[in-house]
Structure formats: C-alpha cells, structure tokens
C-alpha cells in the first residue's frame, strides 16, 4: 500500500450495497490493509457475508483519497483485513474554498428524494446531512437554496461519515450558477471574518 495510509490512520468504509462502518488502521502489508477500532468492540462484516466490495477513504493533507478493494473477516484477529484491487489511490485535491453554512438542499438520485440541510458548501461541492440513504458514486440531482436564489446542478457522492452526512462532488457548474455560488460563498466568508473581529 502508497506511504500515505499509516497505522493509526482513520477511515471510512463504504461496502458495495451501503453498510459503513468507521475503522482505524490496525497494520498495512504489501498487498492488504487491516482495520480495526479504536479500543471498541472488535470489526466484522454481517453474518451473512464472508467478503464484499467495498470503498476506505481517508483525509490526508492534500484532500480526500480513496482506494477499492476486497472486504474480508479475521475472525482470529477482530479485524476486517482489506485487499486492495484495481488502479491506485487517487486523491482528490481540494480547488475550493469551503465555507460552513446550514442551507436547504433537495437531492434526487435513483429512486431516492430527500430534502437535508448543508453542513459545508464550495463551489465545488457540499456536505449533506442527514443523508444516510445516499451511497458512493450515487450519481444525484440537487437544488441549493441560497435565500434569494436556488442553484441546480448534478453532482456524485464521494465520500460519507458514520454519521449520516454525505459529500457531493458538483459536475461542472457553468455560467449564472457557479457565479451565484461562488458570489455566496465569497460573501460567508466575509460575514466568518468580521464575525471572528473581537
């Protein structure tokens, strides 16, 4: 595995079909990753299963990475042991500033409709929650309200937490709404600044 997964390291697991667990890094090999929790009970896959797909994803300081493998159990260890399969890692570089702001959002992906709320938002994305029925590489519909305006676009889900809060990637936003966006975020991040003057 690439130097940038250490042990200790936090991630999130996503298997194929939804289930998501957040691990820790127990030990990394050549050709597999173990995980673990941190001094909590130990890692297993529902009974049912003996191996999934599934995506680990991870923050390092260059944005968020992610990599596909093979989700297994080690019973004699209390680890579930990930090997890794397909192209290496890519790690998606953060281009945008990110700014908090609780804004509504509708979502439409495959039979899937939710109205949430914005815990982040760029110019490049958002972070939705609660949106525990979204799934990685869901490919979705949103509108974004932003008080006076409504942005529309199409988005991915890139990455989700164990509690309930979903990324979305935003395809291109061309022309009046990546300007409105971007107008928004430029403006809540003059409101933080003034908000932080003593």
Not at 1 to 8: I, Q, T
Not at 103 to 116: E, F, G, H, Q, W
Not at 140 to 167: E, H, N, P, Y
Request: proline share 6%; net charge positive.
């Amino acid at each position: 595995m690439e130097v940038l997964l250490e042990r200790d390291t936090p991630v999130d697991i996503t298997l194929d079909g939804g289930w998501q667990i957040t691990a820790r890094v127990a030990a990394v090999g050549p050709d597999y990753v173990d995980l673990g929790t941190a001094g909590g009970p130990s890692l297993q896959l529902p009974e049912q299963l003996r191996w999934c797909g599934a995506t680990m994803a991870w923050k390092t300081r260059l944005g968020a990475t992610h990599r596909r493998g093979i989700l297994v159990n080690s019973p004699e260890s209390g680890v579930l042991r990930m090997h890794p399969v397909g192209d290496p890692l890519k790690v998606q570089r953060r281009q945008f500033v990110r700014v908090p702001a609780e804004l509504s959002t509708a979502v439409i992906a495959p039979d899937k409709r939710l109205t949430t709320r914005t815990l982040d938002v760029s110019v490049g994305g958002m972070l939705v929650a609660p949106a525990e029925t979204l799934v990685l590489d869901d490919v979705v519909r949103f509108a974004l309200d932003l008080g006076k305006i409504t942005v529309a676009g199409d988005g991915r889900v890139v990455r989700g937490t164990s509690d309930g809060a979903r990324g979305i990637l935003f395809d291109d936003l061309q022309g009046r709404a990546e300007r409105q966006l971007s107008h928004y975020v430029a403006q809540r991040q003059r409101e933080l600044i003034a908000g932080s003057r003593p």
